[in-house]
């Protein structure tokens, strides 16, 4: 039987990790979590918040999800938006679904991210 999520993996394109680490921690304010060494050499990045967990790994011939994406629930989504606006990340709003403020954004590599908040 599933019991939880573990973690969600985003493609990246080789090289990206650089942006990849400025945007995840920089902006979302994640902390990156070091890949096992035989991970880490395939390259990518591996970043936490609490209990949720994205892996950005290196896809050779990389397109960026437009429609799959992580679903990641924030406290104080106004102030999360404004500040992913003031570091220079789209923010979409969304009002869409009932009972939830939500906006879409993506990462520097083009990656779809909802960020949504119970009402």
């Known amino acids: 039987m599933v019991v939880a999520v573990d973690h969600v993996q985003l493609a990246a394109p080789p090289g990206s990790e650089g942006e990849l680490r400025a945007y ?14 035989v991970l880490a050499a395939r390259g990518g990045c591996w970043f936490q918040a609490g209990a949720v967990h994205l892996h950005l790994g290196v896809e050779i011939r990389f ?8 679903g990641l629930r924030v406290r104080g989504i106004e102030t999360y938006a404004a500040r992913l606006a003031a570091r220079g990340a789209p923010v979409t709003w969304d009002d869409d679904l009932p009972g939830h403020r939500r906006f879409y954004s993506e990462d520097p590599v083009g990656n779809r991210l909802e960020f949504l908040e119970p009402r």
């Open 24 to 37: 995840y921690v920089g902006v979302l304010g994640m902390t990156e979590v070091p890949k096992p060494p």
């Open 63 to 70: 397109r960026p999800a437009k429609k799959a994406h992580p």
